[in-house]
Protein backbone atom coordinates (compact mmCIF):
# COMPACT_ATOMS: atom_id res chain seq x y z
CA UNK A 1 0.00 0.00 0.00
CA UNK A 2 0.89 3.61 -0.55
CA UNK A 3 3.26 5.47 1.86
CA UNK A 4 0.54 8.26 1.52
CA UNK A 5 -3.07 7.35 2.93
CA UNK A 6 -5.96 10.08 2.03
CA UNK A 7 -9.54 9.72 3.51
CA UNK A 8 -12.06 9.66 2.80
CA UNK A 9 -11.64 8.45 -0.82
CA UNK A 10 -15.29 9.66 -2.07
CA UNK A 11 -17.06 13.59 -0.34
CA UNK A 12 -20.40 14.48 -1.37
CA UNK A 13 -21.03 18.22 -0.15
CA UNK A 14 -23.61 20.85 -0.04
CA UNK A 15 -22.37 24.26 -1.19
CA UNK A 16 -22.93 25.24 2.99
CA UNK A 17 -21.29 22.29 4.42
CA UNK A 18 -17.90 22.20 6.11
CA UNK A 19 -15.78 19.48 5.28
CA UNK A 20 -12.10 18.18 6.24
CA UNK A 21 -10.05 16.19 3.81
CA UNK A 22 -6.97 14.15 6.12
CA UNK A 23 -3.98 12.99 4.60
CA UNK A 24 -0.93 10.94 6.36
CA UNK A 25 2.50 10.23 4.85
CA UNK A 26 4.59 7.17 6.72
CA UNK A 27 7.31 7.26 4.94
CA UNK A 28 9.46 9.86 7.01
CA UNK A 29 8.88 13.04 4.77
CA UNK A 30 9.51 16.46 5.62
CA UNK A 31 7.20 18.34 2.65
CA UNK A 32 3.82 17.79 2.21
CA UNK A 33 1.65 18.97 -0.95
CA UNK A 34 -2.09 19.55 -1.75
CA UNK A 35 -2.67 19.39 -5.79
CA UNK A 36 -6.10 19.53 -7.49
CA UNK A 37 -7.01 17.16 -9.66
CA UNK A 38 -9.38 18.33 -12.71
CA UNK A 39 -10.33 16.03 -15.65
CA UNK A 40 -8.20 16.99 -18.80
CA UNK A 41 -6.51 19.88 -17.01
CA UNK A 42 -3.20 20.15 -15.91
CA UNK A 43 -2.60 18.91 -11.92
CA UNK A 44 -2.82 22.38 -9.94
CA UNK A 45 -0.29 23.04 -6.68
CA UNK A 46 -2.29 24.54 -3.91
CA UNK A 47 0.01 24.59 -0.69
CA UNK A 48 3.55 23.22 0.35
CA UNK A 49 4.40 22.61 3.52
CA UNK A 50 7.75 22.65 4.69
CA UNK A 51 8.33 21.03 8.01
CA UNK A 52 5.18 21.92 9.01
CA UNK A 53 5.47 25.60 7.80
CA UNK A 54 3.78 27.29 4.75
CA UNK A 55 5.79 27.52 2.09
CA UNK A 56 3.36 28.12 -0.80
CA UNK A 57 0.02 28.95 -1.39
CA UNK A 58 -0.77 29.03 -5.12
CA UNK A 59 -3.20 32.05 -4.95
CA UNK A 60 -6.29 29.07 -3.54
CA UNK A 61 -9.59 30.79 -2.21
CA UNK A 62 -9.74 31.69 1.28
CA UNK A 63 -12.77 28.85 1.10
CA UNK A 64 -9.97 25.83 1.16
CA UNK A 65 -7.68 26.03 4.39
CA UNK A 66 -4.73 23.89 5.03
CA UNK A 67 -3.53 22.57 7.84
CA UNK A 68 -0.33 21.00 8.73
CA UNK A 69 0.13 20.07 12.38
CA UNK A 70 3.30 17.79 12.19
CA UNK A 71 5.15 16.47 9.40
CA UNK A 72 3.04 13.36 8.79
CA UNK A 73 -0.46 14.66 8.64
CA UNK A 74 -1.37 17.63 6.49
CA UNK A 75 -5.71 18.69 6.26
CA UNK A 76 -7.43 20.25 4.00
CA UNK A 77 -10.59 22.19 5.37
CA UNK A 78 -13.75 22.91 3.21
CA UNK A 79 -16.58 25.72 4.02
CA UNK A 80 -18.64 27.20 1.23
CA UNK A 81 -17.39 25.46 -1.79
CA UNK A 82 -18.86 26.26 -5.42
CA UNK A 83 -19.86 23.43 -7.75
CA UNK A 84 -16.52 24.36 -9.72
CA UNK A 85 -14.15 22.78 -6.75
CA UNK A 86 -15.53 19.56 -7.33
CA UNK A 87 -12.20 17.69 -8.52
CA UNK A 88 -9.50 14.79 -7.25
CA UNK A 89 -7.77 16.22 -4.55
CA UNK A 90 -4.08 14.88 -3.85
CA UNK A 91 -1.82 14.72 -1.32
CA UNK A 92 1.98 14.42 -1.77
CA UNK A 93 5.07 14.16 0.00
CA UNK A 94 8.52 14.41 -1.01
CA UNK A 95 11.46 14.22 1.68
CA UNK A 96 12.47 17.97 1.05
CA UNK A 97 11.45 21.18 -1.48
CA UNK A 98 14.55 20.16 -3.73
CA UNK A 99 14.82 20.72 -7.64
CA UNK A 100 14.26 17.18 -8.28
CA UNK A 101 12.63 15.49 -5.36
CA UNK A 102 10.16 12.51 -6.11
CA UNK A 103 6.42 13.22 -5.47
CA UNK A 104 4.82 10.40 -3.48
CA UNK A 105 1.65 10.92 -4.32
CA UNK A 106 -1.95 9.32 -2.27
CA UNK A 107 -4.65 7.50 -4.36
CA UNK A 108 -6.91 11.28 -3.86
CA UNK A 109 -10.32 12.54 -2.08
CA UNK A 110 -12.68 12.51 -5.11
CA UNK A 111 -15.12 15.71 -4.05
CA UNK A 112 -18.38 16.62 -5.28
CA UNK A 113 -19.92 19.77 -4.45
CA UNK A 114 -23.55 19.88 -5.38
CA UNK B 1 -1.35 30.14 -18.51
CA UNK B 2 -0.48 26.43 -19.11
CA UNK B 3 3.47 26.01 -18.90
CA UNK B 4 3.55 22.76 -20.15
CA UNK B 5 2.06 21.71 -23.48
CA UNK B 6 1.70 18.07 -23.96
CA UNK B 7 -0.35 15.82 -26.52
CA UNK B 8 -1.81 14.10 -27.67
CA UNK B 9 -4.63 13.69 -25.62
CA UNK B 10 -5.41 10.21 -25.77
CA UNK B 11 -3.86 7.31 -28.00
CA UNK B 12 -4.43 3.88 -28.82
CA UNK B 13 -1.48 1.52 -29.47
CA UNK B 14 -1.44 -2.43 -30.09
CA UNK B 15 0.25 -4.46 -28.07
CA UNK B 16 4.18 -4.85 -28.65
CA UNK B 17 3.72 -1.48 -30.43
CA UNK B 18 5.11 2.06 -29.55
CA UNK B 19 3.15 4.77 -28.00
CA UNK B 20 5.31 8.86 -28.30
CA UNK B 21 3.75 11.63 -26.13
CA UNK B 22 5.18 14.61 -26.62
CA UNK B 23 6.14 18.13 -24.46
CA UNK B 24 6.86 21.61 -24.83
CA UNK B 25 7.66 24.16 -22.84
CA UNK B 26 8.58 27.93 -22.54
CA UNK B 27 10.12 28.60 -19.68
CA UNK B 28 13.86 28.08 -20.04
CA UNK B 29 14.45 27.76 -16.70
CA UNK B 30 13.16 24.48 -16.30
CA UNK B 31 15.99 22.51 -15.10
CA UNK B 32 13.96 19.19 -14.35
CA UNK B 33 11.57 17.10 -16.45
CA UNK B 34 10.20 13.99 -14.70
CA UNK B 35 6.96 12.10 -16.29
CA UNK B 36 4.43 10.61 -14.02
CA UNK B 37 2.16 7.59 -14.25
CA UNK B 38 -1.67 7.43 -13.01
CA UNK B 39 -3.90 4.27 -13.26
CA UNK B 40 -7.21 4.81 -12.20
CA UNK B 41 -8.28 5.26 -8.68
CA UNK B 42 -4.56 5.78 -8.30
CA UNK B 43 -2.36 8.75 -7.50
CA UNK B 44 0.50 9.71 -9.52
CA UNK B 45 3.40 8.32 -9.54
CA UNK B 46 6.84 9.12 -10.61
CA UNK B 47 8.36 6.99 -13.82
CA UNK B 48 11.61 8.50 -15.21
CA UNK B 49 12.86 12.16 -15.27
CA UNK B 50 15.77 14.24 -16.73
CA UNK B 51 17.97 17.12 -16.46
CA UNK B 52 18.51 19.43 -19.49
CA UNK B 53 22.07 18.35 -19.83
CA UNK B 54 21.45 14.64 -21.21
CA UNK B 55 19.46 14.34 -24.50
CA UNK B 56 18.09 10.98 -23.68
CA UNK B 57 17.43 8.27 -20.52
CA UNK B 58 16.41 5.22 -20.87
CA UNK B 59 14.92 3.12 -18.09
CA UNK B 60 13.83 -0.54 -19.51
CA UNK B 61 11.03 0.36 -22.02
CA UNK B 62 10.57 3.79 -21.21
CA UNK B 63 12.58 6.47 -22.93
CA UNK B 64 12.83 10.30 -22.55
CA UNK B 65 14.40 12.19 -25.54
CA UNK B 66 14.95 15.83 -24.79
CA UNK B 67 15.42 18.48 -27.10
CA UNK B 68 16.97 21.66 -24.74
CA UNK B 69 16.74 23.82 -27.91
CA UNK B 70 13.34 23.19 -29.46
CA UNK B 71 12.16 23.33 -25.81
CA UNK B 72 10.43 19.80 -25.94
CA UNK B 73 10.74 16.55 -24.60
CA UNK B 74 9.02 13.39 -25.29
CA UNK B 75 8.41 9.76 -23.71
CA UNK B 76 8.74 6.84 -25.84
CA UNK B 77 7.28 3.84 -24.58
CA UNK B 78 8.67 0.87 -26.35
CA UNK B 79 7.35 -2.93 -26.94
CA UNK B 80 3.86 -1.41 -24.80
CA UNK B 81 1.99 -3.82 -22.84
CA UNK B 82 -1.70 -3.92 -21.80
CA UNK B 83 -0.40 -3.07 -18.11
CA UNK B 84 0.80 0.16 -19.39
CA UNK B 85 -2.72 1.44 -20.04
CA UNK B 86 -2.55 4.68 -17.78
CA UNK B 87 -2.50 8.61 -17.96
CA UNK B 88 1.15 9.95 -18.11
CA UNK B 89 2.12 13.37 -17.31
CA UNK B 90 4.84 15.34 -18.45
CA UNK B 91 6.33 17.85 -15.51
CA UNK B 92 9.03 20.90 -15.66
CA UNK B 93 10.09 22.99 -12.86
CA UNK B 94 12.78 25.01 -11.50
CA UNK B 95 12.28 23.94 -8.31
CA UNK B 96 10.11 21.57 -6.36
CA UNK B 97 6.96 23.45 -7.40
CA UNK B 98 6.29 21.15 -10.81
CA UNK B 99 4.17 22.69 -13.53
CA UNK B 100 2.22 19.46 -15.17
CA UNK B 101 0.77 18.96 -18.59
CA UNK B 102 -2.75 17.78 -19.05
CA UNK B 103 -1.85 14.09 -19.90
CA UNK B 104 -1.82 11.72 -22.25
CA UNK B 105 -4.49 8.61 -21.83
CA UNK B 106 -2.69 5.47 -23.31
CA UNK B 107 -4.99 2.70 -24.23
CA UNK B 108 -2.75 -0.79 -25.41
CA UNK B 109 -5.23 -3.03 -27.32
CA UNK B 110 -3.96 -6.73 -26.59
Known amino acids: ETGVTQTPRHLVMGMTNKKSLKCEQHLGHNAMYWYKQSAKKPLELMFVYNFKEQTENNSVPSRFSPECPNSSHLFLHLHTLQPEDSALYLCASSQNTGLDEKLFFGSGTQLSVL | ?110
Not at chain 2, 14 to 39: L, R, V
Not at chain 2, 104 to 110: D, P
Request: charged share 15%.
Open chain 2, 1 to 110: QQQVKQSPQSLIVQKGGISIINCAYENTAFDYFPWYQQFPGKGPALLIAIRPDVSEKKEGRFTISFNKSAKQFSLHIMDSQPGDSATYFCAASTDYKLSFGAGTTVTVRA
